[in-house]
Each structure stands twice: as C-alpha cells, then as structure tokens.
C-alpha cells in the first residue's frame, strides 16, 4: 500500500511559478513509478510527468516540456516544479504511483486527493 499526500498548490498569475510536492508512505516507495496528472474542468485527467523508481528516465507531456521539471527524492518526496505557467495550465494536479512508467491513467494504482492550481491571466 502507498498512501500519497499533495500540497503547494494554489493560485499564481501567469508566466509565475509553483511548486507541488508529493509524500508518499509505504515501505516500499522506492519500487514506484511517479507521475503528476491533472485534470481540468469538463476534461479528462491527463498525465503531465511521469518518473521512473530511481529517478533516472523521465517523461513530460509535450503541453509542459521546457516548462515543468519532475524529480524525487530517495526517502519518500516527488515533486513538480512549474515555471512559465499559463492559464491552461489550471487543474487539479494529482501524484500518482504505479509500478510501471506508463501514460495510462488506468494503469496506475495509487492516487492522492488532488491540489489546485489556477493560473489567472
């Protein structure tokens, strides 16, 4: 079982920055993949980042490449660091874990409760 807990969302104007993290409990953290989804209103819940159990290969969606770096700690912290943010960038975010890296939201295992972002324009 991993339990995941998001936080540092919020609102910030456009082209500022955020950073979400991600705890994760469970003796067995280090075997997961992590990833960031989000989810807009009337849409679907879309991967944003995706990182593999050591950290070594990373994924972003192409909406965010340049922009948002995903990284994790070897203890039990995942986070998102969200730069040059757009007003289409507001959702809530959400941590997820699976033991696979894959895009497939049905795939993963694990979800958080999810943290806003707005970005106003």
């Known amino acids: 079982q991993v339990q995941l807990v998001e936080r540092g969302g919020g609102l910030v104007q456009a082209g500022g920055s955020l950073t979400l993290s991600c705890a994760a409990s469970g003796r067995t953290y280090n075997v997961y993949s992590m990833a960031w989804f989000r989810q807009a209103p009337g849409k679907e819940r879309e991967i944003v980042a995706g990182i593999s159990p050591f950290g070594g290969t990373t994924y972003y969606a192409d909406s965010v490449k340049g922009r948002f770096t995903i990284s994790r700690d070897a203890k039990n912290m995942v986070y998102l660091q969200m730069n040059s943010l757009k007003p289409e960038d507001t959702a809530v975010y959400y941590c997820?874990?699976?033991?696979?890296?894959?895009?497939?939201?049905?795939?993963?295992?694990?979800w958080g409760q999810g943290t806003q972002v707005t970005v106003s324009s």
């Open positions: 997820a874990a699976d033991r696979r890296m894959t895009i497939d939201r049905n795939a993963y295992d694990y």
